[in-house]
Each structure stands twice: as structure tokens, then as C-alpha cells.
């Protein structure tokens, strides 16, 4: 009798192997189920055996049932499983779940059988149904079109239907009608199947509902700081003349975590901050009430510091700003100090250096004691540089920038310096620093990282100006040249601009090429060919035609890191004509052509940030030039400008710049004057604003064109403040004048201008729109002018 139980036992065993190996499938949501049949505990080292027995044949065939838009071999082409291979179970279920992410089935079943001395895989698929036709009803206030809306969807016509998607649809829609005051719009999906032809259409119904705006917003428990204060930290606001009053969750949620950070930035470190929405009467007017509950004010006690051995305790408080005792504690604020510590130990090569907070509540003084403990480590040297992220600029052209060589430590002034001379080079959009490891520990490879900017450019344009009028203009200029990189001809950081420009007043072509290091070694050369003419215009301070032709020659070195020297000869032929005919003699000695032949030694120091956008910074710079004498040409004098600028960082990006010119001119050997086309002009949308265009200083006595100084004095203080990336408005005062001769400089005081002004950063070039008004009056005039507006559109920033 035992005999037979166990028989039995195990021919039932036989047939449970006969059943499928693996049944999933997926329920209507999408979610995925699985079922395995299996054998009973006892008999498990039997069905190990027969498992392996399946496991060693090998694949023979592969069957899709089911499918009727998807093809067998786009299904098959998916499986990793062959036929030809060996059967193996874990690559079977791999291959379920890669056919599951295909989104085109709702079930997928395999199973195997006996076939032709192997298996048989079978895989039978349920396939999603294809969206038809999408539609709405109930759309009553949103202005959007219906192909729009569509395609804001996840769900699309002629996809495979995916109730996932449809969640995420209904939320997309919620959205727009929250935008326009529907917060409360009910919006809900129907999907319609046609099982014979497998598609689906999907209704979506939407009940809008009444328009929601926020009546009032009022705040409770804010002690410290009165509700205007609070409200303005919010971007929600209640329904007025200029604003529509529409609630968003989102925003409003926004708005709570915003001032939960104002207040830890203040010191309350407790500070809980809710919301409460109300709504009253049939016009479903809101009304918000904003629960704050502010808790302790904190400040700083004691500060410790523990660790520091190669820098002093006093050096290391120094660089605190935020926590210090008796300013407000904040987590914000301590988070600052850490990297200012950290900033000067990585100057000085620490960069491995690890700087442990600990705070603690102070029971006898009730403020926040902090503790700063600090694991210096070795310094860090720089073993390699490496240069990534430049397609067409050479890696030296980079390299011959950097201040920091191999072998030195790291050094952050020397990186902040180095990362500065590259930005203005004008090649890049962003450079950012990162370190490798080496298998030296104390060793690290600096890597330089950089992405390129647009360096050539074939622009045109035109615009109008205060002092050329209306000007067109067309330019070519690449500020990465090479010449030996044909047919690019990019790479080498040379500088080449052609241009051409013609107004109603005057036209010019100016060819300018800069190489800035000769042979590898940091002395610059370049030269400049121009041509330039001006018609006489009395109302812009030109009493006479003016034409020149001419061009330079230029060198230049590098004295240290800040400072450099010039060197150019000039040499001009210069044409006066069609002066003005009821002019004084001191104009009309003026007409005639003459050569100008010149030697100018300049230096400049300049240690200006960013010399295209200046925020901090000193730029200094002085230029004696020679003109006639052992240089021959028709006019001999000597002149001196020079410049000053200081550039003060203000509070949200605005900024402050106090600039000083001086121009002093005289003649000699055969010369008796300054021929006017040498002389320094004041007055105008460049010097002292709020007066005519060159109209501070000499005058002809009858025409009352401008006649120009040997002598000039210039002061200006200008503060921008920045109202987006590309707007900046402006305040300034300008004083000045010039003076006839050498010897009348300084006398007779200065006239000066106030007034507002706008920068924008336009495709074309700056603009630059200013209203002065004038303190004082123009010579030539009994009464004080009216303020003047200075327009101008220049090329390049």
C-alpha cells in the first residue's frame, strides 16, 4: 500500500513539471503580477533536478500569439533569448520585463513545451489598446486651442493607451485652469474601448466651476515684523487693480518654505510658519491666513577654534562675517564663514582641509556658542595642469594664462587671478577649476575646464547718435584668429576687425589685426589702417570737413601682472575743409592738409576684474606722445593723457565708477599752436553730459564752433544698478572743461552736469540712452541751458 501512495506520488510530481515555467501578467492599471507554479518543500531537491534538465535544452522555437498590430519579429527582436541557445530562466524573465517597458502590452504570458528535441517558447501578449480620438467637454473659459491642449499631454492619438499618462493628464490640466483662477475645476477621464478594433477613445470631462480669487491675505503671530514686511516676501498676492488674485498651491507652498528661510536668516531657528484657506459666499472669494509661530530670536556667543596650527586664531576670526558674537545665529550664515575659512586655507594650499562645526545653546547666556574644529592636512601641489573642454582654441593660448604652474602649491589667489585673465580674453562662456587624484596623496592634477564662446561674428546694423547721427555699419571681426589655420582660421588668440561704417555725417574703414605673443613670448604686436571722414555739422561742434588716413604701429609687454607697457608710431595725413565761412581767423588757419607723424609711449596698470563688465578694481594709465621733430611731418607737439578709474562693488549688483582724465598739449620747434584735430574737446555724451556736443571750452568768437584746448580736465562718478541681465539704469555727475593753452589749465573753473541715465546689451552693441542737465553755462551763452538727451548705439561690448 505504501508501495502505491508513493507512485502515485511521483507521477503527480511529473505532470506539475509540465505545467509553465513563468506566468505574468499585468493588471488593467499597469501594474505587473507574477505567478509561479511550484512543487512542495519536501520534494525540492527532486524538482532542482528536473529544473536543470529544462535548463540544459535548448531553445528550437519561439512563438508570439495574440498580436495583431505588433509584428512577431519586432517582439522577438526585443528578447535576448535565441533559438539555437540554452534555455535559462533568469534570461527569460529579464526578457519579460523588457517586453513589459515596450508599453505596447496589458499582459504577457510565456510558457514552454517540448519540441523537436528542445522547448518550445511561447509567448502570448495582450496588446494595449491605440488611442483614437481624445476630446473634451466643459471647456468653457480656457483660450487655449484644441491641438495645444493636446499636445501639453502625455496621452497622444495613435499612441498605445497608458491609464499612468492619463493621471498625469488630469494633473496637467488642473494646472492651466489653476493659472487662470479655477483652482477648484473638477476634472475627470472616460475611456470608451472598441475591443474588436482594439482602439480607445478617452473623454475628458471638466467642470469649471466658479473663478477663485484671493479676497484677502492676513498674517497671525509675526511679532518681529509687521505684515507688509511679510507680504512682500510672498509671491502670492490678493486680487487688486494690477493683479488678478489667482491662488496657486504650489506658488503658495513656495511662498511658506520662503518665509520659514527669511526668518532662520534672522535667527529663529524654531520658527513655524502654516497657511489656513477660507472661502466665503457664492462669488468664491478667498481669504488666506498666514500662522506664524516665530519662537526664540538667537545670537551668537562665544566662537572657538580648534586645530589651526599653521594660521592664527586671529587671522582665521578675521575671515568670519556672519557668526560673530552678538550677530544674529543662522545655519545660512554659518554655512557662509565655513567656506570663507575654508577659502583661506585653500590660498594657501590646504585644499584637503576638513573644518567640523559644532553648535550648542548656552544655558547661563541663552545664545548660540559655536565651535569650529579644524583638520588642516598636508598642502597640496599641483602635479599636472590639464586643459578640456576647448574644440578651437589651442591648449596654450590657455596655458600662458594661468598664473599657477606644476610643482607650486595650490594657490587661490593665483587661481582666481588666472581664471580672471581668461574671462578676458573673451573666448569663453564659463571656466570652472576641478583636481584629480595622483599616487602621490600630496600631489593633484588641476584640471581647467572650459566651455567656448562665439569669437567671430559678421554683424551689420545702424543706429543714431548724438554725435554722429544716424550711422550703418558693417563688421567682421574674430577675436580667436590664426592665420596659419586654414580654412578656419581659429585658435591662436589673435584679433582681426574689419569695418566699414557711413552716416549722414561721415563714413570710415578701419582694418585691425593683434598678435599677442610674438614668437611665444608675452610681447604683443599689431598694426591699424583706417580712413575716416566727418562732414561739417556746427550743431554736434564740427565747424569744417574733416578727412584722415592713416594707420599705426603697435608693441607692447607686459611688466608684471598687472602693469604694461606700449609703444606706437602713428603716422596721419589729415585734410581740413569747407570751414565754416564767417569763422575768425583762429579757425580758418586750420584749413589745409598735413602729416602727422608720431612716437607714443604708454603704461597701464590695470587690475580691473572683468575689463568687459568691471565690478571691482583700479585702472591706471598715462601715454606721452611725440609728434614731428626727428620724426619729420608737418606739425610738432607733445601731449600727455592719461586716465583714471575706480570701481566700488555695491550692494545686488550695482556698482560705482569715479573716473579722472587729463589732457595736456604744446607746441614746439616749428610749430606755434595744436593743430585742431590734436586738441582735447569737452561737452557731450562721452565727457560732460548735458551740453552740446563739444561745446565746453574755446569757442570761435563769431561762428561759435569749437575751437578745442591745449589743456582738459575731466571728472566723472557713475552708478549703475542692474534691472535684468541685459538692463541697467544709471545716475551720474560730470564736471569739466578745457582750456585754450598749456598755461590757462585750471583756470576759470569747471562746468558740470547731473542726470539718468539706461545701459541695455543689445545684439547690435551697446545702447546707451542719458537725460544730463547742466549747472552751468556754455560759453557762447547768457543763460543756463535746458537738459539735453545723449543717444548713442556703439558696436561691441
Known amino acids: 500500500m505504501k508501495r502505491k501512495i508513493f507512485i502515485c506520488g511521483l507521477l503527480f510530481l511529473l505532470l506539475a513539471t509540465k505545467s509553465p515555467v513563468i506566468v505574468q501578467g499585468q493588471s488593467q492599471e499597469g501594474q505587473p503580477t507574477q505567478q509561479q507554479d511550484a512543487p512542495g518543500q519536501e520534494t525540492g531537491d527532486f524538482v532542482s533536478e528536473l529544473e536543470q534538465g529544462v535548463a540544459s535544452k535548448l531553445v528550437t522555437a519561439i512563438e508570439v500569439k495574440g498580436n495583431k498590430h505588433i509584428s512577431s519579429n519586432t517582439v522577438i527582436s526585443k528578447m535576448k533569448i535565441r533559438v539555437g541557445s540554452l534555455y535559462q530562466e533568469n534570461i527569460v524573465s529579464d526578457d519579460l520585463r523588457r517586453l513589459y517597458l515596450l508599453g505596447f502590452f496589458s499582459d504577457i504570458k510565456i510558457d514552454t513545451q517540448d519540441y523537436k528535441r528542445g522547448l518550445k517558447i511561447i509567448i502570448t501578449v495582450v496588446e494595449r489598446p491605440i488611442i483614437d480620438k481624445i476630446t473634451f467637454s466643459g471647456i468653457r473659459r480656457l483660450t487655449i486651442k484644441e491641438d495645444k491642449l493636446k499636445e501639453s499631454l502625455k496621452s497622444k492619438e495613435t499612441q498605445y493607451l497608458d491609464y499612468p499618462n492619463l493621471a498625469e493628464d488630469v494633473k496637467t490640466l488642473k494646472k492651466l485652469y489653476e493659472k487662470i483662477g479655477y483652482s477648484g475645476a473638477k476634472i475627470e477621464y472616460q475611456v470608451d474601448i472598441d475591443k474588436e478594433n482594439d482602439k480607445a477613445g478617452i473623454r475628458f470631462k471638466i467642470i469649471e466651476g466658479r473663478r477663485i480669487r484671493i479676497k484677502n491675505i492676513y498674517v497671525e503671530g509675526n511679532m518681529h515684523y509687521p505684515d507688509r514686511r511679510i507680504l512682500r516676501l510672498m509671491k502670492t498676492k490678493r486680487a487688486w487693480t ?28 524654531d520658527v513655524g510658519v502654516d497657511y489656513e484657506i477660507k472661502s466665503y459666499g457664492q462669488k468664491q472669494l478667498l481669504y488666506i491666513t498666514i500662522k506664524v509661530q516665530e519662537g526664540k530670536k538667537y545670537l551668537v556667543g562665544n566662537v572657538t577654534i580648534q586645530g589651526n596650527k599653521d594660521i592664527t586664531r586671529d587671522t582665521i576670526l578675521r575671515q568670519l562675517k556672519e557668526c560673530i558674537p552678538g550677530r544674529v545665529f543662522s545655519q545660512e550664515a554659518l554655512k557662509r564663514d565655513i567656506v570663507n575659512m575654508q577659502g583661506l586655507y ?8 576638513q573644518i567640523q ?10 545664545r548660540i556658542d559655536i565651535v569650529y574644529k579644524i583638520i588642516e592636512n598636508k598642502i597640496a601641489y599641483v602635479d599636472k595642469i590639464k586643459i578640456r573642454g576647448n574644440v578651437k582654441t589651442k ?13 607650486e602649491r595650490f594657490d587661490g589667489e593665483k587661481l582666481r587671478r588666472s581664471k580672471e585673465r581668461l574671462q578676458n580674453l573673451g573666448y569663453f562662456q564659463e571656466i570652472s577649476y576641478d583636481t584629480e587624484d595622483t599616487e602621490t596623496p600630496d600631489r593633484k592634477d588641476l584640471v581647467v575646464d572650459v566651455k567656448e564662446a562665439k569669437t567671430g561674428a559678421f554683424s551689420f546694423g545702424g543706429g543714431y547718435s548724438s554725435v554722429d547721427e544716424f550711422v550703418g555699419f558693417v563688421e567682421i571681426e574674430q577675436k580667436n584668429f590664426d592665420w596659419k589655420n586654414f580654412p578656419y582660421f581659429t585658435g591662436d588668440g589673435q584679433e582681426l576687425k574689419l569695418r566699414a561704417s557711413m ?3 561721415g563714413q570710415g574703414f578701419d582694418l585691425s589685426f593683434t598678435e599677442p605673443w610674438v614668437f611665444d613670448y608675452p610681447v604683443s604686436f599689431g598694426f591699424d589702417a583706417y580712413k575716416r571722414e566727418h562732414k561739417r555739422e556746427s550743431d554736434i561742434g564740427y565747424g569744417y570737413d574733416e578727412e584722415i588716413t592713416g594707420g599705426d604701429l603697435r608693441l607692447g609687454k607686459e611688466l608684471s601682472e598687472y602693469l ?16 565754416t565761412e564767417d569763422a575768425t581767423s583762429a579757425l580758418k588757419n586750420e584749413y589745409g ?10 603704461v597701464t596698470y590695470d587690475s580691473r576684474d572683468n575689463i ?24 610738432d607737439f607733445l601731449k600727455f593723457f592719461g586716465r583714471a578709474s575706480h570701481y566700488f562693488p555695491m550692494l545686488r549688483g550695482s556698482n560705482l565708477e569715479l573716473r579722472a582724465r587729463i589732457g595736456l598739449a604744446d607746441a614746439y620747434g616749428d610749430s606755434d599752436s595744436i593743430p585742431i584735430y590734436e586738441r582735447f574737446f569737452v561737452g557731450g555724451a562721452y565727457t560732460v553730459r548735458g551740453y552740446d556736443e563739444r561745446k565746453i571750452g574755446p569757442i570761435d568768437a563769431v561762428s561759435e564752433d569749437p575751437l578745442g584746448g591745449e589743456s582738459m580736465l575731466i571728472g566723472n562718478a557713475e552708478y549703475t544698478y542692474p534691472l535684468l541681465n541685459f538692463i541697467k539704469v544709471a545716475a551720474f555727475y560730470d564736471i569739466g572743461n578745457a582750456w585754450p593753452q598749456l598755461d590757462d589749465f585750471g583756470s576759470g573753473g569747471l562746468k558740470s552736469g547731473v542726470g539718468l541715465g539706461v545701459r541695455i546689451k543689445s545684439p547690435i552693441g551697446p545702447v546707451m540712452l542719458d537725460y544730463g542737465i547742466p549747472l552751468n553755462k556754455e560759453p557762447g551763452e547768457d543763460e543756463r541751458g535746458s537738459g539735453k538727451f545723449h543717444f548713442s548705439i556703439r558696436h561691441g561690448f
Open 242 to 269: 494690477f493683479n488678478a488674485g489667482i491662488l496657486k498651491e504650489e506658488v503658495l507652498k513656495e511662498d511658506i518654505q520662503r518665509l520659514e528661510s527669511f526668518y532662520h536668516r534672522e535667527g529663529f531657528a
Open 346 to 353: 585653500f590660498d594657501r594650499g590646504y585644499i584637503f582641509v
Open 357 to 366: 562645526e559644532a553648535i550648542s545653546l548656552n544655558p547661563y547666556t541663552g
Open 395 to 407: 591648449d596654450v593660448v590657455i596655458r600662458r594664462e594661468l598664473r599657477i604652474k606644476p610643482g
Open 503 to 505: 552716416g549722414t555725417l
Open 564 to 579: 604694461r607697457g606700449n609703444l606706437i608710431y602713428r603716422y596721419d595725413s589729415i585734410e581740413i575743409t569747407n570751414i
Open 593 to 602: 592738409k598735413n602729416n602727422i607723424s608720431s612716437m607714443e609711449l604708454g
Open 612 to 635: 568687459f563688465d568691471p565690478s571691482k578694481g583700479d585702472i591706471f594709465s598715462g601715454s606721452l606722445e611725440c609728434a614731428g621733430g626727428p620724426l619729420t611731418g608737418d606739425k
